[in-house]
């Protein structure tokens, strides 16, 4: 794998501090939503690490799966967004607001497992393939964590909106 760009430096480091934040808020406040602090960081970190993907081709020279994972990663945003802000969607909002923004989560995830075991350790990487069996089963694992956060997420909002007085 070629050597890290000052660019792709950024991006993992703006990546990893929105991984933070989003971690932190999906465990305290069970969704990620740009009224918290570190929903905002987490927000704008994801934002800057969508857009800076698309500028880094290192590993193809070429539009690749990264490239579709941060277009999709601003699609959830904004989606996310526009629920949160406007509530477009009537009664659906608050759901496809935790849809999108944790789906982003899942989004940070997939590269960031398969750049970090496709370079570490640096004398010999864990995963020299895309089409490890290793990765598959990262990926099936992270999409079933998320399947289970989002079932969650649903439970609580519809007991929220089933909550007199609610807001």
Sequence with gaps: MPEISILGWFHTIIAIV??????YSLIKFKYIKLSQLTGKIYLGCT??????ALFIYQASGTF????ALAILTLVALLVGFIAEKTRVFGKLSPYLQAASYTGTFLFHMIPAITDGLM???VDSPIVSEIEDPLLKGFYLTFLVIYIIVLITQIMSLRKQSKQPNNS
């Excluded at 690749?64 to 490239?67: F, L």
């Design 18 to 23: 929105a991984l933070g934040a989003g971690l």
């Design 47 to 52: 934002l800057f690490a969508a857009v800076t």
């Design 64 to 67: 690749n799966a990264a490239h």
């Design 119 to 121: 370079r570490l350790p």
